[in-house]
């Protein structure tokens, strides 16, 4: 097993990577810099699946002429942040900058993404755009912002509304509370697209099945930490305890989710376990 630290060199140095083939408009390093699928989290549009070289290649194509029009030169890291959630996954935050070719600033910008070690390389997973004034995992920058409060309340009346459904066994609530499609992230079988409450009910059952076969009996939540993303994306990180029915502890677990408001509700857009010994951004709670 890789440490914590021998982790995030390796995807310090692919994202360093990633960032000059992309001031070299390299595209064959852009579109192999990807897993396929791969998608990206958006508030206002849910999922976006790329399935192909050819899905990745159009946005590429698009992103690179918008970029051309406003005379766009380079991009520049200012700060990477990168948290292993297992062996082969990690989530790492940059803030970019981006110039114009006479070298004064065109935007900054944040992003998040979840990347998947496979065949020894990393590679992109999930991206998210973090939008100011939320700054998403890691180092809050400043004081908190009343929208970011507000944004936080409700994603947590949300998650802790689930596990309340879930402990109640609410098979209905429980498939309210994702959007569709959904995506389930592994190391082993990188995205996992439900598309359909039927394919999320499958899932429900299989978990089910296994906890209930162990004598679980009820689940806490032990520490929840909300990260919002923008006014209708947020990520959530929950230290989670299930018990067997003799209050006896079944097993702890952390888990990320990606929150989007869908409708004026908060839904579960994405969903990843991080596995020991990782513990993924931040050990005290903002």
């Given at each position: 097993?890789?440490?914590?630290?021998?982790?995030?060199?390796?995807?310090?140095?692919?994202?360093?990577?990633?960032?000059?083939?992309?001031?070299?408009?390299?595209?064959?390093?852009?579109?192999?810099?990807?897993?396929?699928?791969?998608?990206?989290l958006s508030g206002e549009r849910g999922l976006i699946l790329h399935t192909t070289e050819t899905d990745q290649q159009r946005l590429y194509r698009q992103v690179m002429a918008?970029?051309?029009?406003?005379?766009?030169?380079?991009?520049?890291?200012?700060?990477?942040?990168?948290?292993?959630?297992?062996?082969?996954?990690?989530?790492?935050?940059?803030?970019?900058t981006r110039y114009k070719k006479d070298g004064t600033t065109l935007e900054q910008l944040c992003a998040c993404y979840l990347l998947r070690k496979g065949d020894g390389t990393w590679k992109i997973l999930l991206l998210t755009d973090i939008r100011p004034p939320f700054c998403g995992p890691g180092e809050l920058r400043g004081g908190e912002a009343p929208d970011v409060a507000l944004v936080r309340r409700e994603v947590e009346t949300f998650y802790r509304t689930f596990i309340d459904g879930f402990n109640r066994e609410d098979t209905d609530m429980y498939l309210r509370a994702f959007c569709y499609p959904n995506a389930l992230v592994s190391g082993t079988q990188g995205i996992t697209i439900h598309i359909r409450e039927a394919?999320?009910?499958?899932?429900?059952?299989?978990?089910?099945?296994?906890?209930?076969?162990?004598?679980?009996?009820?689940?806490?939540?032990?520490?929840?930490?909300?990260?919002?993303?923008?006014?209708?994306?947020?990520?959530?990180?929950?230290?989670?305890?299930?018990?067997?029915?003799?209050?006896?502890?079944?097993?702890?677990?952390?888990?990320?989710?990606?929150?989007?408001?869908d409708g004026g509700t908060w839904k579960i857009l994405a969903?990843?376990?991080?596995?020991?010994p990782f513990t993924g951004p931040g050990e005290t709670d903002r």
């Open positions: 097993m890789d440490d914590t630290a021998t982790i995030i060199r390796a995807v310090q140095t692919f994202y360093r990577t990633y960032i000059d083939g992309f001031n070299r408009e390299d595209e064959d390093a852009f579109l192999h810099a990807f897993h396929y699928p791969n998608a990206f918008d970029l051309h029009m406003r005379r766009w030169g380079r991009s520049s890291i200012d700060r990477l942040q990168v948290w292993p959630f297992a062996d082969d996954i990690a989530m790492l935050v940059a803030d970019v394919d999320q009910q499958r899932f429900y059952q299989q978990v089910m099945a296994s906890i209930q076969g162990r004598g679980w009996d009820h689940t806490d939540v032990d520490r929840l930490q909300i990260w919002p993303c923008s006014e209708s994306l947020a990520m959530i990180f929950a230290h989670l305890t299930r018990y067997k029915r003799d209050g006896a502890v079944l097993e702890k677990g952390r888990y990320w989710y990606t929150a989007r408001k969903l990843a376990e991080i596995k020991p």
